[in-house]
């Protein structure tokens, strides 16, 4: 009976093992980081994309300081820089206060990290930029042809409250370069406070996307004090998004008529965006 009971044992314990070594495999095959296979496109010389992302890491609920760390969801940010970089330009990374992008450690975990993560973890040149990023402040976005808002918890923080971020977009978006403006999941909340030149939203009418409510329901992280589908709504957007058994396993990208305003769902669409976002500039 013992030896029985060793062996059910041992058998369970391989059991649990194997299921641990292909459990990033079972969330790949779930819909998480999904492989692109989509067109890509090779741009002429001297085009520009500016990525920008949170200051805040910290998941607090409003009025506190103290929680669990977060920032930047990782594959947001490295999935569309990569893409750009592969396009032949060259990406500068800012954020809301510059200095340490602050990077969410969920991202990094062995189910979730992705080959472009793997790459940044050995890129001194892009480790640079997230350590040392640009603020906001002192950049003009008018030399950019791509300005990319980068999601992730810490975005709900402070891109939606940001005057300085909602402004230089409103300006770029009227500017000589015209440029395509996107964001992944928690980035739209940087839109939406950009106004056209008449004072109203400027993304009101338009389709658009960011996480669903229902995404952050799921996860439970319904402490943070802005959530991208609500906050699009009421900015006018006309929201649009896929949903799954759980929507951390859905992805969606958004493109509105003018093709100037491109967004993806949350952490399973940075790719398909900054593509889309590649391709439409390789047409102009």
Request: glycine residues 10%; charged residues 20%; hydrophobic residues 40%.
């Given at each position: 009976?013992?030896?029985a009971?060793l062996?059910?044992g041992?058998?369970?314990?391989?059991?649990?093992?194997?299921?641990?070594?292909?459990l990033?495999?079972?969330m790949?095959?779930?819909?998480?980081?999904?492989e692109?296979?989509?067109?890509?496109?090779?741009?002429?010389a001297?085009?520009?994309a500016?990525?920008?992302?949170?200051?805040?890491?910290?998941?607090?609920?409003?009025?506190?300081?103290?929680?669990?760390?977060?920032?930047?969801?990782?594959?947001?940010?490295?999935?569309?820089?990569?893409?750009?970089?592969?396009?032949?330009?060259?990406v500068?990374?800012?954020?809301?206060?510059?200095?340490?992008?602050p990077?969410?450690?969920?991202?990094?975990?062995?189910t979730?990290?992705?080959p472009?993560?793997?790459?940044?973890?050995n890129?001194?040149?892009l480790?640079?930029?997230?350590?040392?990023?640009?603020?906001?402040d002192d950049?003009?976005?008018?030399?950019?042809?791509?300005?990319?808002?980068?999601?992730?918890?810490?975005?709900?923080?402070?891109?939606?409250?940001?005057?300085?971020?909602?402004?230089?977009?409103?300006?770029?978006?009227?500017?000589p370069?015209e440029?395509?403006?996107?964001?992944?999941?928690?980035?739209?909340?940087?839109?939406?406070?950009?106004?056209?030149?008449?004072?109203?939203?400027?993304?009101?009418?338009?389709?658009?996307?960011?996480?669903?409510?229902?995404?952050?329901?799921?996860?439970?992280?319904?402490?943070?004090?802005?959530?991208?589908?609500?906050?699009?709504?009421?900015?006018?957007?006309?929201?649009?998004?896929?949903?799954?058994?759980?929507?951390?396993?859905?992805?969606?990208?958004?493109?509105?008529?003018?093709?100037?305003?491109?967004?993806?769902?949350?952490?399973?669409?940075?790719?398909?965006?900054?593509?889309?976002?590649?391709?439409?500039?390789?047409?102009?």
């Amino acid at each position: 009976m013992k030896k029985a009971l060793l062996k059910i044992g041992a058998a369970c314990i391989a059991l649990f093992a194997a299921f641990i070594l292909a459990l990033p495999t079972i969330m790949h095959s779930l819909g998480l980081h999904p492989e692109y296979t989509g067109e890509t496109h090779q741009l002429p010389a001297g085009k520009r994309a500016l990525v920008v992302t949170t200051s805040h890491g910290v998941l607090s609920a409003p009025g506190e300081t103290t929680g669990e760390a977060t920032g930047i969801a990782i594959s947001e940010l490295t999935h569309p820089y990569y893409s750009y970089l592969e396009a032949g330009m060259k990406v500068d990374v800012a954020s809301i206060k510059g200095g340490q992008v602050p990077v969410d450690p969920g991202g990094l975990r062995r189910t979730a990290i992705t080959p472009e993560d793997t790459r940044y973890l050995n890129d001194p040149a892009l480790i640079a930029k997230v350590e040392n990023s640009l603020p906001i402040d002192d950049v003009d976005f008018n030399q950019y042809d791509i300005i990319f808002l980068v999601g992730g918890w810490g975005a709900a923080y402070d891109l939606g409250y940001s005057e300085v971020l909602a402004n230089k977009i409103g300006e770029a978006y009227y500017g000589p370069k015209e440029p395509l403006i996107g964001s992944v999941c928690h980035g739209a909340l940087g839109l939406i406070n950009v106004k056209d030149r008449e004072g109203n939203k400027l993304i009101a009418g338009r389709a658009m996307t960011g996480v669903t409510d229902k995404q952050v329901k799921e996860l439970g992280i319904e402490l943070t004090p802005m959530h991208p589908e609500t906050e699009l709504r009421r900015a006018g957007a006309v929201f649009e998004s896929q949903t799954a058994f759980r929507d951390v396993f859905a992805t969606h990208v958004a493109i509105d008529a003018e093709q100037r305003f491109i967004t993806g769902q949350n952490q399973n669409s940075g790719m398909e965006t900054a593509q889309k976002m590649i391709a439409i500039i390789a047409r102009r």
